[in-house]
């Protein structure tokens, strides 16, 4: 089984255990994580206006990493379209059966 595990940190530290506990079970788990262009700069700002379609895929620890790269915090409406589309072509190349999000982080946390 493909999933795709969306954090609500980019640094998915508490992703990771569940991403491992797929893993052993025998699925393919792509998690989707995003790069901030931080510090602010213009060439930081500029370097991820001109990427920000591309994205970096290797594996760690047998869980598939996708890093998207986002634009600065001032461009909200840009960064959730172009996060959805990122996350949808991921979704129809790997034929992904499930995607587990945010809410289903926090509601584990929460037990």
Excluded: C
Aim: no cysteine; charged share 20%.
């Amino acid at each position: 089984m493909n999933i795709i595990l969306i954090p609500f940190l980019p640094s998915a530290v508490r992703a990771h255990p569940m991403a491992k506990y797929f893993v052993n079970a025998g699925n393919n788990v792509h998690m989707v994580l995003w790069d901030m262009p931080y510090p602010i700069t213009l060439d930081n700002i500029w370097d991820n206006i001109k990427n920000s379609w591309r994205y970096h895929k290797y594996i760690k620890e047998g869980v598939i990493i996708h890093k998207i790269r986002r634009l600065p915090f001032f461009f909200p409406p840009i960064n959730k379209w172009l996060f959805k589309n990122q996350v949808r072509v991921i979704f129809k190349k790997f034929d992904v059966d499930m995607i587990i999000s945010e809410t289903y982080f926090m509601k584990l946390n929460h037990l």
